[in-house]
């Protein structure tokens, strides 16, 4: 009888496991979805600032243009052009 309860207990333990992996696998995901766009924008916000001084076009980097960058990536940092273009 105990190696029955020892049995459906690690049964129990593996499915429980399990259940965990797949409930966090996509807030994990997007998280390092996140990350990586972050890490792009950032990245893209610099060379754009690098190159666009020769040119005299530069974008501060300052808190609303990282947050902007970071969230939305390159489509953030090419909104971010366009408003400066603009206004």
Known sequence: ???ISSILILAAVV???ILLLKILSAPIRLAF???INAGVGFLILFV???FGD???FTLGVNFLNALVA???GVPGVILLIVIKLFF
């Open 1 to 3: 009888m105990e190696t």
């Open 15 to 17: 499915v429980g496991v």
């Open 33 to 35: 979805k996140l990350l």
């Open 48 to 50: 754009v600032n690098f």
């Open 54 to 56: 020769f040119v005299g």
């Open 70 to 72: 970071g969230i939305l």
